[in-house]
């Protein structure tokens, strides 16, 4: 079979998946089309240096370097990673996100990486059965509509011993808004999902379970880059919150910020995830 064909028969299978059972967890989805945040999203949400490395090294302590050669970015949004995984690791990188404008940000950045940007669906990803060696998963988790789903969809694009990375928000993990912002709570409760909660998800789709930890990276090297940033509302949680809430909030933050050393790095506490084909 072809491999025109083999996307073509994955992407009828996709269309022809049943909705969730009533037990499957259900989360709101984002639709950045609607919003100006890609605009500003490389902006608000960049990464510096040392936690791009961070992640990098994470990876690289289960990726065996000469064993790979193609890795899925899945929601890449803008490319924050998938340029880096690509150079990284010396492979080719596909990104996959279902917004245009997002797309087209990611697109118009200069790639020194083997990379390919394709809009898609989670749950439907536009690639044929078994042609990776990695779904890398960040920032994703909490909006998808059918976790299961996905994680069945990872299944299916994996090679044998291939492995699903996930960063994170989780309900357990500490994070610098969640002490100024009202509302924000309610938004955590009802979207986040818990770290035993992924570990369901992929333990059903038939995945082992080798890593599920808290790691704590650092946001802005100050107090007053993380201001800048966050005023931007480029998170999608702060994006939800009402106007009245988000002011108060930052107020509170920047309140806040005059009682402590200006010049300290903030840091924000995520969640990371490895699952294992083939185990």
Not at 14 to 26: D, F, M, N, V, W
Not at 38 to 50: G, I, K, N, V
Not at 137 to 149: E, Q
């Amino acid at each position: 079979m072809t491999e025109k064909k083999r996307s073509q028969s994955a992407r009828d299978q996709c269309r022809a998946k049943p909705a969730a059972s009533g037990g499957e967890p259900s989360n709101p989805v984002m639709d950045y089309d609607k919003t100006d945040i890609a605009a500003c999203y490389d902006q608000a949400r960049s990464l510096l240096p040392e936690t791009l490395h961070l992640w990098l090294d994470l990876l690289s302590l289960h990726i065996d370097r000469g064993g790979i050669s193609l890795m899925i970015d899945l929601g890449c949004g803008t490319g924050r990673f998938t340029e880096p995984l690509a150079t990284h690791f010396g492979v080719q990188v596909v990104g996959i996100d279902p917004s245009q404008k997002m797309m087209d940000q990611a697109r118009r950045k200069p790639a020194t990486g083997n990379v390919l940007y394709r809009q898609g669906s989670a749950e439907c990803v536009p690639l044929p059965d078994r042609c990776a060696d990695l779904v890398f998963i960040s920032n994703v988790y909490h909006h998808l509509k059918r976790p299961t789903v996905v994680a069945q969809e990872c299944r299916r694009l994996l090679r044998h011993a291939g492995c699903v990375c996930i960063r994170n928000g989780v309900q357990e993990m500490d994070f610098p808004h969640r002490h100024f912002s009202p509302g924000l709570e309610a938004v955590i409760g009802s979207e986040l999902p818990s770290r035993r909660e992924i570990e369901r998800v992929f333990r059903g789709a038939g995945f082992t379970p080798v890593v599920n930890q808290i790691v704590t990276q650092t946001i802005a090297t100050n107090r007053s880059s993380f201001v800048e940033k966050s005023a931007l509302r480029a998170d999608s949680f702060l994006a939800r919150l009402s106007d009245e809430d988000f002011q108060h909030g930052m107020a509170a933050l920047r309140s806040h910020g005059q009682k402590i050393d200006p010049n300290m790095p903030v840091s924000e506490e995520i969640g990371w995830f490895l699952f294992r084909t083939g185990c």
